[in-house]
């Protein structure tokens, strides 16, 4: 496997950050510190030169010319769909659907299979976690077809109640979608084990894998999920792309999502058939540039070694863990046994936006507030948290920075 093959003895973190241009500006006069990678990374200059590589390069609509620009347009962005098959252990190219991201890709499924599957009394189970892209197009859904939605729910570590979670399940689950890692909290969930036991009682599964994607190897046929949506942007790549695997013959049963161009194989006005698959669901002209600049960033870290990235952000998640936690009057929300890169906190007596602002004034860019899961924020009683999220590109002399920017932010506000 090239991945085995290119991880390096050690992480040169320097070297790292000069392949990313915007690491080299400032912010109110401070070099900027970037912690909102669960929000989206910064992309390094190999993505930026594919996406003006295309505009300035080959420029074209795909699939249907046959001149030498769309010609090499197609076949960049096909590239791109067997580069995800190989970063995510699929079985075959036509079970990766490009969507706008992980948002698109549940509620494909919501519309798709939920409406064709999903029957007044049945369960849908979702988490205590769960992004709102992963709550309501399944409230949507049980909404118009009289189903109902079920709730893992969570302790005071943010780590999923299992035991709570089989005793959900039953002859009525037809759906179990649930986060591979949370964005609040960073907390990793047992997907294979949820998967399993969601299958044993005869459900599908689909895993949110927007914030896993980027820190864990995926292999969708290890999890044996049925659907995976993911965003390119969460992982070095551009917005607007991402991808929604899902098994093969589930895709075929399904019906389609939005119609228009590429996704017939025949209109008229009687009867309109369908495309093959991926294309069944690939309606209209889709995001290209930013699609065939999505394989760049899957090159970017192939090259880096996603094990290599994996131990430095290890690294740097227990070294923040430590420097926060020697603050007074901070707290940690979340603190499950298995965590991605990611520490969300409370300050005593201060706001999460005012320590946002206070952090920005230094350079220092974290995100703020519920972070689009107000019912976990609910849950620990909080309006939110403030987070910061670590990448490939940061180092330890950053986070010494939040601390030393924290306390100098909490001596303000008190
Ligand atoms: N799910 C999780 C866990 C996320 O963190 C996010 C984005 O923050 C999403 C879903 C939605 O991703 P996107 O906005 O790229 O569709």
Redo the contacts with the bound molecule.
């Keep these: 496997m090239i991945k085995e093959a290119q991880i390096r003895e050690s992480y040169e973190v320097e070297q790292v950050r000069r392949e990313f241009p915007i690491l080299r500006r400032e912010v109110k006069g401070k070099p900027l510190i970037y912690f909102d990678n669960?929000?989206t990374t910064q992309k390094p200059q190999q993505v930026i030169d594919a996406l003006t590589g295309y505009y300035t390069g080959y420029n074209a609509n795909i699939h249907r010319g046959i001149h030498t620009l769309a010609e090499e347009a197609t076949a960049a962005f096909e590239n791109t769909r067997d580069a995800v098959q190989r970063f995510i252990g699929a079985d075959s190219r036509e079970e990766i659907i490009f969507t706008r991201?992980?948002?698109?890709g549940i509620n494909l499924v919501a519309y798709t299979w939920g409406r064709q599957n999903i029957k007044a009394g049945d369960e849908i189970i979702i988490s205590a976690m769960e992004?709102h892209?992963?709550i309501v197009p399944w409230q949507v859904l049980c909404e118009e077809k009289g189903a109902k939605l079920k709730v893992i729910p969570v302790n005071e570590k943010g780590e999923l109640l299992f035991e709570e979670y089989i005793k959900l399940l039953g002859p009525r689950t037809k759906m179990v979608s649930v986060?591979h890692a949370?964005?609040a909290l960073g907390t990793i969930n047992p997907v294979r084990q949820i998967i399993d036991a969601a299958h044993k009682a005869g459900a599908v599964t689909l895993i949110?894998g927007?914030?896993s994607t980027a820190h864990l190897d995926i292999n969708v046929r290890d999890l044996d999920c049925d659907f995976f949506a993911l965003?390119a942007?969460?992982l070095y790549g551009p917005t607007g792309t991402?991808v929604l695997y899902g098994k093969k013959e589930l895709l075929e049963a399904m019906p389609v999502f939005q119609g228009g161009g590429e996704m017939i194989k025949e209109v008229s006005f009687e009867k309109t058939t369908y495309n093959q698959l991926p294309y069944k669901y690939e309606a209209g002209t889709p995001n290209i540039a930013d699609t065939i600049a999505f394989k760049a960033a899957l090159d970017f870290i192939y090259r880096i070694g996603k094990e290599q990235i994996r131990r430095h952000e290890e690294d740097l998640l227990g070294y923040a863990t430590a420097q926060l936690r020697a603050i007074r009057g901070l707290k940690i929300i979340g603190e499950a046994a298995e965590k991605t890169s990611v520490i969300s906190f409370v300050v005593d007596n201060a706001h999460p936006q005012d320590l946002g602002i206070l952090l920005d004034n230094q350079g220092i860019a974290v995100r703020t507030g519920h972070h689009?899961t107000q019912p976990l924020m609910d849950f620990f009683c909080i309006p939110g948290t403030t987070r910061a999220s670590f990448a490939a590109y940061n180092t330890r002399a950053e986070i010494d920075e939040l601390a030393a920017g924290l306390q100098k932010a909490i001596k303000l506000l008190s």
């Design positions: 669960a929000a991201g992980t948002t698109e992004h892209s992963n986060v949370s964005n949110d927007a914030q965003s942007h969460k991402g689009c």
